[in-house]
């Protein structure tokens, strides 16, 4: 899934959630929740997997030595 796609549901979530309904339609498919914690465990849910690819893959830490003269 790419980030493009996760902002979509996350901002069609987000919409639902304050519209208070249970109900949110995207890509054709609609999904209703059973309670607002699950629309929120949901919308946690992306929101972690958005910041983990916009960080990318990180920092690669090679260590070395160097022998003091």
Do not use: C, N, Q, W
Not at 29 to 41: H, Q
Not at 45 to 66: M, N, Q, S
């Amino acid at each position: 899934m790419t980030i493009e796609e996760l902002k979509l549901r996350h901002s069609a979530l987000l919409a639902a959630r304050y519209s208070g309904t249970r109900s949110v339609s995207y890509d054709g498919k609609s999904i209703t929740y059973g309670s607002d914690a699950e629309m929120a465990a949901t919308i946690a849910d992306i929101e972690r997997r958005i910041a983990k690819l916009e960080r990318g893959t990180g920092r690669v830490l090679r260590p070395f030595a160097v022998k003091d003269l």
